[in-house]
């Protein structure tokens, strides 16, 4: 069973997926700038309204402690917009740490997730369906956040839920992947976020090959990575037979990103990649594992 922000729902349910997203995000304190705040359910409802008329069904929402997250807001815009929404535990990176990720030994942040896994985020009975997006930072992973990531690696074997990353500008993928191999972790509940950043897809090759999963999730970012780089890699990765192993999104963040201020919003996977995919061979049942099948399998608590 999957946890949504609305109740369970059987895996078969999920659908067409988005696996990497943000609905609900403030990053505005230490960005500051306003562009990185979406919390407006009306606008954010309209801007899934345009995924859906692609086929989407359900987003992995990866907002948690430190990026603004509002698990009501969550849950208003999943019963509006018809949408299963999966909400996330956890604590970003260290910049956005706040006391109890910096001042807590890693069982008591261990504890703050499991209990927001298991009955509720605050006061509430919505609860979280991942524990995500965890961070490293750029090109290192602070002792702080090591600390974090085990806390993750105790929720995760106490709950069955899965774990999804985030390398910032594509960095310590591979360090991130050793870090969980080295624990013990069932390494098919992890994520490793934002893999397609790597211009080398021998690189996210070698992070697959220690058994977790990646997520091409920044597809449509082209002033990070162009958008025909990540496809070649992508094929390239499926052609060596990772189909099972990567999921994709696109990671919006800010309201530039939205469709009301020319963005692509939530159309970008499901729209023009999918379109390439499908122009260079990519068969139906492998788009449906992308696009649905391998998130609804890492997250499943079966």
């Known amino acids: 069973m999957i946890q949504t922000v609305c109740g369970l729902i059987d895996k078969k349910e999920l659908g067409i997926t988005l696996a990497h997203e943000h609905i609900i995000i403030d990053l505005s304190l230490i960005r500051n700038e306003q562009d990185s705040v979406l919390d407006n359910c009306k606008t954010m409802i309209n801007e899934i309204s345009y ?74 009975n919505i609860r979280a369906g991942i524990i995500g997006e965890i961070g490293s930072s750029l090109n290192t992973i602070t002792e702080l956040e090591k600390k974090v990531f085990n806390a993750c690696i105790i929720a995760s074997e106490k709950t069955g839920a899965a774990i999804t990353t985030h390398c910032d500008l594509g960095t310590m993928g591979l360090e991130q992947a050793m870090l969980f191999s080295r624990s013990g972790i069932n390494l098919d509940k992890v994520i490793i976020g934002h893999s397609d950043l790597n211009r080398n897809y021998k690189v996210i090759e070698k992070i697959l090959s220690s058994g977790v999963n990646v997520a091409f999730d920044t597809i449509s970012k082209n002033s990070y ?77 079966n």
């Open 51 to 124: 995924g859906k008329k692609l086929g989407l069904q359900s987003i992995v929402e990866v907002t948690n402690e430190g990026m603004g997250r509002n698990h009501l807001k969550l849950k208003y815009i999943s019963e509006k917009a018809k949408v299963n929404i999966v909400a996330s535990t956890g604590f970003y990176m260290e910049k956005y740490y706040d006391n109890k990720a910096r001042d807590n030994a890693e069982e008591k942040i261990a504890e703050i997730m499991i209990k927001e896994l298991t009955f509720g985020i605050d006061d509430t």
């Open 225 to 301: 990575l162009d958008d025909d780089v990540r496809l070649y890699n992508l094929l390239k990765l499926l052609e060596m037979g990772y189909e099972d192993k990567i999921v994709l999104s696109q990671d919006l963040t800010r309201k530039s990103h939205l469709k009301i201020n020319n963005g692509t919003g939530y159309t970008a996977v499901l729209g023009e990649f999918i379109s390439k995919l499908k122009i260079n061979g990519v068969d139906s049942k492998i788009l449906s594992k992308l696009i649905g099948g391998n998130i609804a399998r890492v997250i499943d608590k």
